[in-house]
């Protein structure tokens, strides 16, 4: 990969904004020929490794690629690369594609520069909990970063050692299949829940930043549900792991998982840990209405007719009403209102801009997310009765009614009642593609998905198939690696 050509003094560590991950300043003299000698200097390559969180794409692109990109909201704004995310149509040379590939590959080129020298560094003062934990925090930090590519773009280099050589030999590699790189993805989370705690002690801004044995197990249920040969017992075991750990996850209020005031709540497993300043979340400026902005130019990632109108069908108010808010525009909205000082919807998870420089944090794993998966594993083993129940502890907390008779008549009912829930639930938290895909339904879900262009009367055509359900290759890799071919 061209990243890898690149000396460690430019990716393995950066500047002090990693402090809100671990409370360390990576440092930056050493480069890949340099042995770590130091407790401290592994310590900073694993700040590192978490730095990359803060990499757009888990700021804001996994956004425009799971929801906008979906039938849960439409581009907004004026940028036409998010334009081609929205209509499905995106080329291999939107900026975005080359962006967050190389971000991704950049951080499980950390990852793996601490997997290598972790077990080398000689500093007594390392004690051996602590390294093997370590260890344990890069192969969940790997697995994650391999989990978002291979959900992205579907067959993708595989790479699990460091390299900065400029050899073609070293540098250009072929493709993966998928579930070679799930079967990876899977290797690192059993490495990672042996090597983790459940905690690292009592201080929450630790152990919701960092990874643990309940996040290694969390992903490990996604992963076993998203894969192309789907494990559902196996889900199930780390979910039930999830969920009797020591950590103490628990279901919170809906509204506060979301008020910006509840960072590293019990429903959280791993969380952004945004500060504010120069450890802000620049997204929030993005989506947000001018009455809380403070600006006054079109914003991005608006919510859906169809979602509006899916939360308004269920009568489910505290989840709309944390998840979206109207307010009136001085611009035309083709989807909601062709004429200015029309109400129109913004998505509202995020609640303070804060001069692009919010602390509102994004989930990474929640809860919430977890239950529903354990609802549709039950259901995929036509366990219906036991989905119902784990559906319903969502539903009632957010002060609705059980699911009705018909959700239990069959497993295909109750496969379209969990995907509705976790419509409503999840909704700008970047799940909702995935959704779409691991449910087979991607493509007759966005064929069928009627949004009416006020401009001309007419629906939006998505001209949805099964090509456009990985994402292009960027070109730029392209024209570097002739071992990679188009998607």
């Known amino acids: 990969m061209k990243i890898y050509r690149i000396l460690l003094l430019l990716f393995a560590f950066s500047a002090a904004s990693c402090n809100d991950f671990l409370d360390l300043s990576p440092i930056s003299e050493e480069t ?32 425009l690629f799971q929801d906008v990109r979906s039938d849960n909201h439409y581009a907004g704004g004026d940028n036409p690369e998010i334009f081609q995310i929205d209509l499905l149509n995106i080329s291999s040379t939107n900026s975005r594609l080359f962006t967050n590939w190389s971000n991704i ?11 290598e020298q972790a077990p ?23 697995a994650f970063h391999y989990y978002t590519l291979v959900n992205m773009w579907g067959e993708v ?31 690192d989370l059993g490495v990672a829940i042996d090597l983790l705690p459940d905690t690292y002690g009592s201080d929450a801004s630790v152990n919701k930043a960092r990874a643990t044995a309940g996040a290694a197990n969390a992903l490990a249920a996604k992963a076993s ?9 196996a889900a199930l075991e780390f979910i039930s792991s999830v969920e009797n750990s020591a950590a103490g996850y628990r279901l919170i209020s809906y509204p506060d998982l979301f008020d910006g ?4 709540n019990d429903e959280s497993i791993i969380e952004a840990q945004y500060l504010g300043g120069n450890e802000g979340n620049f997204g929030p400026q993005l989506v947000l209405p001018p009455s809380i902005s403070g600006d006054t130019w079109r914003k991005f990632v608006t919510p859906s007719q169809d979602l509006v109108n899916t939360f308004l069908a269920e009568n489910d108010q505290i989840r709309l009403g944390a998840s979206v808010l109207f307010e009136n525009v001085n611009w035309v909205d083709e989807y909601w209102g062709n004429a200015v000082g029309s109400s129109i919807p913004f998505t509202f998870k995020w609640k303070s801009a804060n001069a692009w420089a919010s602390t509102n944090r994004p989930y990474f794993l929640r809860l ?20 119902g129940v784990e559906v319903n502890r969502i539903r009632s907390r957010v002060n609705l009614p059980d699911l009705g008779a018909s959700a239990f008549i069959n497993q295909q009912n109750m496969m379209d009642a969990i995907l509705k829930e976790r419509r409503l639930e999840l909704a700008q938290e970047s799940q909702r ?12 879900v966005m064929n069928s998905l009627i949004e009416i262009d006020l401009r001309t009367r007419q629906p939006t055509e998505y001209n949805m198939d099964e090509s456009k359900i990985y994402l292009p290759i960027p070109q730029e890799e392209l024209d570097r690696n002739p071992q990679l071919d188009p998607n």
């Open 32 to 63: 890949e020929d340099v042995a770590y000698e130091k407790a401290s200097q592994i310590e900073a390559a694993l700040t590192g490794v978490y730095e990359s969180f803060q990499a757009e794409y888990y700021v804001w692109d996994n956004v």
């Open 105 to 115: 590959y950049n951080a499980i080129a950390k990852a793996n520069v601490v997997l």
């Open 120 to 142: 080398q560094v000689p500093d007594p003062a390392l004690t051996e909990e602590r390294r093997q934990q370590i260890i344990g925090e890069a192969h969940f930090l790997r």
């Open 157 to 187: 280099p595989l790479i699990l050692e460091f390299t900065s050589s400029a050899d073609p030999e070293a540098t250009d590699v072929p493709k993966s299949s998928i579930e070679a790189v799930y079967a990876q993805i899977m290797e």
């Open 225 to 233: 549900l998203q894969r192309p040969n789907p494990d559902f017992n």
């Open 261 to 264: 005031n509840h960072y590293n």
């Open 368 to 387: 919430g997310d977890i239950i529903l998966l354990k609802a549709e594993a039950l259901a995929q083993l036509n366990r219906l009765s036991e989905a």
């Open 433 to 444: 593609w995935d959704d779409l895909v691991r449910h087979g339904r991607v493509v007759s």
